[in-house]
């Protein structure tokens, strides 16, 4: 089993800033991809952010321009840096990986949450 712990979560003023660390238990290279997601109460979870075979992105809109998802392969560590957070982004944020299965990614494991609270 992998597993995966996020951190980093917080509450923040609009405007500002935070970065999510997602910390795997074996080395992330071995992943096809991995991801960031988020659910609001009330809502039904999301797609963030992507990172695919090593560097492939791709973001939501509502993230694109202020989210950045990258790796470092040196801590086994997946990351999602936030800036000019707004009230929208508060969420329970998720961490996943992915594997290729008949041609196309599929999810295999996810961590427990970790919590993002905007103010305004």
């Known amino acids: 089993q992998v597993q995966l712990v996020e951190s980093g979560g917080g509450l923040v003023q609009a405007g500002g800033s935070l970065r999510l660390s997602c910390a795997a238990s074996?080395?992330?290279?071995?992943?096809?991809?991995m991801g960031w997601y988020r659910q609001a109460p009330g809502q039904q979870r999301e797609l963030v952010a992507t990172?695919?075979?090593?560097?492939?992105?791709n973001y939501a809109a509502s993230a694109q321009g202020r989210f950045t998802i990258y790796t470092d392969n040196a801590d086994d560590t997946l990351y999602l840096q936030m800036n000019n957070l707004k009230t929208e982004d508060t969420a329970v944020y998720y961490c996943?990986?992915?594997?290729?299965?008949?041609?196309?990614?599929?999810?295999?494991?996810w961590g427990r949450g970790t919590q993002v609270t905007v103010s305004s």
């Open positions: 996943n990986t992915e594997r290729i299965l008949d041609g196309t990614f599929v999810q295999d494991y």
């Open positions: 074996r080395s992330i290279s071995m992943f096809n991809g």
């Open positions: 990172i695919r075979s090593g560097s492939i992105t």
